[in-house]
């Protein structure tokens, strides 16, 4: 994620993403808003996997691409993609050629699969490492928000146990942002305030 500056006292400002409409878009309805499907839960892990490294409206702004290419991120198709799709994926320049990050998002597919046929699902387990509300204070500034929590270390683990990959815990809390199973918008974000 990109982090924006503090904002100026008398101009209430969006924590990221000011003055870009996209980046606006997403900051004022999705990131922190609760996910609970299980295709949007898969696209939010594979493209903060994807983002690794890079800036977040990079991955913001493929994210049309990254739909179409991966099928809208269901499980059931992405699950079944072989090696013919790795090379079609390596070779689409709308999205991230990175083929660590293709295959992971397909073993994800796999695994999430798996959980399934199990009786599980990725909400009940992304949700079930959210933070006790009462125990969250709201940032102050970007200084407050953490790279990692405790609670994204053992998500990764959980993941990784389930077959995921690519998941390490900033990973993990970037994706628990991105769902809202935690909430990271500055106190003074006109989201909190309402100061638009």
Request: charged content about 25%.
């Amino acid at each position: 994620m990109d982090l924006a500056t503090d904002a100026p006292a008398l101009h209430a400002v969006r924590c990221f993403g000011e003055g870009n409409t996209l980046y606006e878009e997403y900051h004022d309805h999705e990131w922190g808003v609760p996910v609970h499907d299980e295709h949007a839960l898969l696209e939010r892990v594979a493209l903060e996997g994807f983002q690794s490294g890079l800036a977040w409206i990079t991955v913001l702004r493929k994210r049309p691409a990254f739909r179409a290419a991966f099928d809208d991120f269901d499980a059931e198709l992405v699950a079944e993609y072989g090696d013919d799709d790795v090379e079609r994926l390596m070779s689409d320049a709308s999205i991230v050629r990175n083929r660590a990050k293709i295959e992971a998002t397909i073993a994800n597919a796999r695994a999430l699969r798996a959980l399934h046929a199990a009786g599980g699902s990725l909400d009940q387990v992304m949700w079930s490492f959210a933070p006790a509300r009462s125990d969250r204070v709201r940032p102050a500034t970007w200084a407050d928000v953490p790279a990692t929590t405790p609670e994204s270390k053992a998500l990764a683990k959980e993941l990784k146990s389930l077959g995921f990959r690519f998941i390490g815990p900033t990973t993990a809390y970037a994706a628990m942002q991105a769902c809202g199973i935690v909430d990271d918008h500055l106190a003074t974000c006109p989201v909190v305030t309402g100061r638009w």
